[in-house]
C-alpha cells in the first residue's frame, strides 16, 4: 500500500491528465464547425435587420449597425474552404472545389449585395431597402442551393 503522501501525488497525476483529456476533446473544432460560426456571425446581423423589415420595428440607425456588422463578417466565412476539409460536421458540397468559378461568383454577388444594402440602409427609401436586403437573401440561397448540402 502507498503512502498517503505517494497517493495524494497519484490522484493529482490522474485530474491532471483528465483535465488535459477533456480540453483536448472540447477545444478541438474542425474546419466545417469554424465555417458554421463564422456563417451564424453573418446571421447574427441580417436576421435582426430581417425582423424588422417583416415587423414594425424599422430603425434606420439600429438598421445602419446591422448592415454595417453585417459587412464586417460577410467575408470571413469565405477564407476557410480549404479543399479537403468536408469532416462530419461540414455541409460543403465537393461542387465548392470543383466549380470554382462559379462558387467565386456566387461569393461576390453576395459580397456586392451585402456593400449595396450598407449604402441603401443610409438613405430613406425604404422599397428599396427591403429590395437590397432581398438581394443579399437571394445570394444566400442561390449558393446554399448549388453549394450546400442536406442537415448531417
Ligand atoms: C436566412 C438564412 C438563410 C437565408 C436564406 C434566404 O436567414 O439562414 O440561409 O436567410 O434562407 O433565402
Redesign the pocket.
Known sequence: MATLPTRIKIMKKILLLATLALLATTSQAGPGEDRQKAFKQV?RS??PM?VMLRGSGYRKDVFIKHADALKAVAAAPFSQFKPGTIDDVSRAKPAIWSEPAKWKAEQDKFLLAVDQLQKTARGDDLAAIRRDYGAV??S??AC?DSFRGPMR
Open positions: 446571421l441580417f436576421e430581417g437573401a437571394a444566400c440561397k446554399h
